[in-house]
């Protein structure tokens, strides 16, 4: 075969790379991320609607939160470990198998007419473990189905499909809802079959860590932790996000906006809720599209302080359209900071340690959204409404300001591809 001439070869400009969804393994893991996503914002609707109608407590509401928490937080880091031994495609296939007993064990308590409430916190305490194990798995898989440059553009696209996920599946559980919630059930049954088969049908695999990695069993499970306290740019990318979300959780607010301050009702209750996603899903679609080039480190700050700023406007606002383009607001620039850390704590975290720190990283995800919530209610308890509101939005500001300080390596940043563990 003839040999390309040098002066050919070096006029001719380098193939483009191709776009993310050229991998087929990655797009059989979006679309199962988004009908998965999907399936559970169903879910998460028929059960709270089923749970209120059994009780009537507003209480009863609150511990299905909870239910699913806690052994989330109690499997995370022994999940991590696992993620980093076993095939992480086995781990998410099985996750979503057992979510798909769970909807239909919900459909059978849901024929049998049960008037108990407490299958109902069996099953998603089941859920909730189910997830623990899921996420680090399904967060460290992802830099495997795509070459290391797209990486960030995949983060971007699974963040939107995930959104817009969110978006339509608390309407569309509600629509269904009606149908009878033996066939929600049994439509969540069906789409979690589907995902397992999909992600079953991903050829990446893997690679375990040695079976004979030194150190007791406790060292290995708590090493994620330690990698992270080490790690300087992956400790100030998650703390920054937990300390933001723990003090501007204006969204657990949002009933009593819609009832006594905007007046809307319900139904522009639902509206409220989705404007963050929905906001959230439009930027993770430019992201996918144009992802970040340059100054990195400045945008995710900036972001995080446009978050504040949003929650605050959103606090004193007493008009609907201003109200809704805060929440947009404080969506899009959320999705830049999760977009930002999940490629960095990815990217800066080697292949065997990816698991472990993806548990960490799920368990300051998981109570920056509860404890976010618990700390806006006793707030507003302590305030008021308006006041913690704003107080939350001014506390964002004060944490950007102190870890711009604390984190002068975080704020460097200029581009996600100079991102290496250790680096």
Not at 11 to 18: K, L, V
Not at 70 to 81: E, T
Not at 216 to 237: D, M
Not at 379 to 401: E, Y
């Amino acid at each position: 075969m003839p040999k390309v001439p040098l002066m050919t070869a070096a006029i001719h400009s380098p193939a483009p790379a191709p776009n993310v969804f050229a991998h087929r393994d990655f797009r059989l893991y979006c679309g199962a991320l988004f009908i998965a996503t999907l399936a559970n914002q169903i879910l998460s609707v028929v059960v709270a609607w089923q749970v209120y109608d059994i009780t009537r407590s507003a209480l009863a509401l609150g511990y299905v939160g909870l239910v699913q928490f806690l052994p989330m937080a109690a499997c995370a880091f022994v999940a991590g470990d696992l993620a980093d031994r076993v095939d992480r495609r086995t781990i998410l296939t099985a996750s979503y198998f057992v979510q798909a007993a769970g909807a239909a064990l919900f459909a059978l308590v849901t024929l049998m007419g049960t008037g108990s409430i407490w299958p109902f916190y069996a099953i998603l305490g089941l859920f909730g473990a189910t997830r623990a194990f899921g996420q680090p798995a399904g967060q460290s898989f992802l830099p495997l189905l795509v070459v290391e440059d797209q990486f960030p553009e995949a983060v971007a696209w699974t963040a939107s499909a995930r959104q817009i996920a969110v978006i339509a599946g608390p309407a569309l559980g509600g629509g269904i809802y009606l149908l009878g919630p033996g066939i929600a059930y049994g439509i969540c049954l069906a789409a979690f079959l589907a995902v397992t088969a999909a992600i079953t049908a991903v050829g990446a695999r893997s690679q375990s860590m040695a079976l004979s990695e030194s150190g007791s069993t406790f060292q290995r499970v708590t090493a994620g932790i330690r990698y992270v306290r080490g790690e300087k740019l992956i400790l100030g990318a998650i703390s920054l996000d937990l300390f933001a979300v723990l003090l501007g959780g204006a969204t657990a607010l949002l009933p009593i906006y819609a009832r006594d301050i905007l007046r809307i009702g319900p139904a522009g209750l639902g509206l409220l809720r989705s404007t963050p996603a929905a906001g959230a899903a439009a930027t993770g679609l430019v992201l996918g599209r144009i992802p970040m080039r340059r100054r990195v480190g400045d945008i995710m700050f900036a972001c995080v302080a446009l978050f504040g700023l949003a929650t605050i406007v959103f606090g004193l606002s007493q008009n609907v359209a201003l109200s809704m383009t805060a929440l947009a607001i404080l969506g899009a620039s959320d999705m830049v900071s999760v977009y930002v850390r999940s490629t960095l704590v990815q990217l800066a975290t080697p292949d065997p340690m990816r698991g472990r720190v993806s548990a960490v990283n799920s368990i300051f995800i998981g109570a920056s959204n509860e404890l976010g919530e618990f700390e806006s209610g006793i707030t507003a308890q302590w305030f008021g409404t308006v006041p913690s509101v704003v107080i939350g939005g001014l506390g964002t500001l004060v944490v950007v300001g102190v870890f711009m300080r604390l984190f002068p390596q975080l704020r460097a940043i200029n581009r996600l591809s100079d991102i290496t563990p250790g680096g």
